[in-house]
Structure formats: C-alpha cells, structure tokens
C-alpha cells in the first residue's frame, strides 16, 4: 500500500520510532508532520541507539527522503545538534527535507513554556519544557517565524524584530526582562546557513509523490490523546498527533491507505493528567525498570499502568486503525497474571466508552479482566505461533475488544525484534 500513518494509540512512547525505521526499508519518504522535539523517538539497530526528536525515523535507510513537514515546529540548534550524532553513529542517511511553512522556535518560546508552567501552579501539564506550547500559539496567532523566512536574512530580521517587541510587552507584564534581539539574530543565522540547503516546498514534493505512487509513511508523534481537540484537555500537546493531522499537511484524505495504531502492553505517561490505569507502589517500580520507562527526551520517569482498551478502542475509532501493532510484549514476562481495562466505573455508572470531560475521566475507577500471565525470554520469538499461550492471548483479547486487526508484535528494542503478522495491512 503506498501510504501508511503511524501514530501512537494512547499517551505517547509507544515505540513509533522502532515501527518506522523496520517500516522504513520498504518506503521512499518518511514524514514527520507534529510537534517538535518534545518527541523522542528511539531506534536500536545495527549496534547503535538512536534517539530522534525531530529527523524522521526512517532517516538511517538510504532510500529514504526524510521529511520535517509543515505543522511541526523545529528548534534549528536541535536539529542541527541530532544530525550531528545521528551522522557520528551512521555516516550515510537519506536525503532529508525540511518544509519552508514548518514553524521555528526561539529561546524566548521555551523562557514562555517554563513562566507558563510556573504560572499554572498545581495545575500544571508538565511539558517537556521544550517551547513547543508556545510555539504553537505564536503560529495561531499569526507572528510566528516560518522556514521560508529563517533562512532569508533580510525577512528574518525584520520578522524577528516585530515578534520579539510583542514579547518584550508580554515579559514586561510578568516583570521579566526583555529578550536582546542582536544575539538571537547572531546565534540564529549562523543555524540559518546550515540549514538553508535542506528547506523547500517538501510538503508539495510529497504529496507529487504520493500522486505518482510512492510509498510515504507519516510519522505520527506524542499519542492520539494527547490530540489539543481529541485528548485529555488541557493535559494535552498543542498540536495533531491524530492520523487525521496527517491530513492537515498534505495527505489528501483519499490517498491515506493503511493507519496503524501503536500500543504497549502496558499503558504509560509522562506528565500530568488522568490515567484511569495507572499503579503505584513496588509494582509500578518494578515495571518501569523492566521497561525502562523513563522518557527519551527528558528523562523523566513514565508514569505506568494496566492496558486501557476503553482508550484504546476510543482511540481505534477515532483514527480508523486498519491495524495495531503492540509492543513491549517481552516486558510483562515473569509478573504473573496481568490486567486489562474493559470499563470505567464513573459515579454509579459503569461504562464502556472513553468520556470527553476530563474531570468524568479522572474519576474514573477502571474495571479490569484478568489474563493469563507469561514467563521467559520472548525476544526470539518470530511469528505468534512461538509466543507463550498468555501472550498470545493478550493479543487476541486486543483484537476481540478493539475489532482491529494487530499486524505487528515487538519483543524487543532492536529492529530484529519485531513479529509482522500481516504485512499486506502495511506499507
Ligand atoms: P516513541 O516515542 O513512540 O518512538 O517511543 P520511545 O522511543 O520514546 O519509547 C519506546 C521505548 O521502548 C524505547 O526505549 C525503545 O527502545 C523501547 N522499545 C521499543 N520496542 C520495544 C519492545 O518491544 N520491547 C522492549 N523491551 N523495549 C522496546
Ligand atoms: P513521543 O513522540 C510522551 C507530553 C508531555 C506533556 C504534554 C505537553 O516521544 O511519543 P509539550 O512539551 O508537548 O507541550 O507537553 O505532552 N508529551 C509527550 N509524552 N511522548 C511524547 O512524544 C510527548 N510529547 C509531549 O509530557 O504531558
Ligand atoms: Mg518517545
């Protein structure tokens, strides 16, 4: 099929990252089309680890053209810095794009990301602190900097001049102190050289592509609840992680072929926000170091829980997955019996569908099945018939529940580690 999004199912880290680069072989473009680098997308192949952010996942295939499409927002010295190491490891990528609409963040976007995380108090989403936030209001407000403009010297002077006086009024009104526009611009054109070579209309080249039958993976980031409409508002991103953001960027709604949805055995988060599954204690400890939850841009520690197919299936309609893929199957081995979320119990109600209001959500008091656990090393295993009967039947269960088909299975973090159990519901 000659298109495919890929996104993350519920809350984020997911394993994306993995899918899209074992995906990537058989793929001409790879496209990332949300957020920035607030996302951190691990792959482990050949004896390296990867940690993208903001270069697409499948850049380490040559046959690639990795895409930075419009509706991300891309911090250039980010960018600039993951190239640098990601070539130090794989001296030979694809080529790699970035789209003259996709948005720049500047220091001042992430000063306003930790001042409005100060400013939220008890109630904060606790961002990577990345600027993403602010970044994104600055392109609903129209002021924002885009690519085409960055790396024109003459428009992004009088560009930036005009934003950072707007900024200056805002900072003075939290009692901050200005931002210096001479050495945003002496830092920032340096990076404007750099990355002038790569920015063009790649959106429109892609979506030529996709008219003329090439093979394009969309390179879904965060998790579809964490959609700024569709999520768990305001615990949210401020961007479209959805499959239908895809279609915001240059995916024509009837050329999207396959959408896979990615889910962990287990749910995780990191942030703030309700999470109906969640564990705490020795038990969630022991899972996080298993899976060794913790996150691959911050660091910070995920937050774990039980497998929420209430979400999951909200999340299956809501994206039309054609198929599923679960990963980190090779975590649960040796913790007995595990638990599923088929309902919620809100108030005196119990129910099967995921609730809009957040405050409904937080209250919710998950009801679980109980599945039969598994034990031993999984990462072997190449087709389902050589999981253990629990494992095969947690994936089953996922299909009955969800009516979805699960086309892929990962028992590991390295490429090889992967089941593909229906590659016609892929690329
Ligand atoms: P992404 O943001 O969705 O790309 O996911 P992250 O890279 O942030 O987090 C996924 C983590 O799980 C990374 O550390 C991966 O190396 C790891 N991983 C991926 N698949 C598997 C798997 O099947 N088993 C195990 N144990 N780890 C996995
Ligand atoms: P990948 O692509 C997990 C979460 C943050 C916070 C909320 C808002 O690796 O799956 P932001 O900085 O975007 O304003 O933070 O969203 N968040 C992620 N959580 N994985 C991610 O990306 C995330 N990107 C943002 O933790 O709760
Ligand atoms: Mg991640």
Redo the contacts with the bound molecule.
Sequence with gaps: MPTLVII?ALW???????LVDVLASDADYVVRYSGGNN????V?AAGHTFKFHLIP?GVLHKNVTAVLGAGMVVCPKAFLDELETTKQKSPELGRILISSAAHVVFPYHRTLDALEEENRGEGKIGTTSRGIGPAYQDKVARVGIRMCEFVDPERFRARLCEVVEYKNRVLDMHGKPGISIEPIIEEYSAYADKLRPFVCDADFEVNRAIHAGKRVIFEGAQGAMLDLDLGTYPFVTSSHPTAGGACLVGLPPKKVDNVLG?CVAYTTRVGSGPFPTELSGEFADRLRIA??EF??STGRPRRVGWLDLVALRHSCLMNGFTSLAV?????LSGFGSIKACVGYKIGDEVTTEFPADTALLSRAEPQFETLEGWDGDLSACKSTNELPSGARGLIEFIERYTGVPVSLV????NRE?TIVRDRGLLI
Excluded: F, I, L, M
Aim: no cysteine.
């Design positions: 993350g984020g880290d997911e394993a994306k990252g993995k996302a951190g997308h691990t482990q996942s990615v899976g060794n996150g691959t990963t980190r199957v090779d975590v990962s028992v590991g973090p580690e």
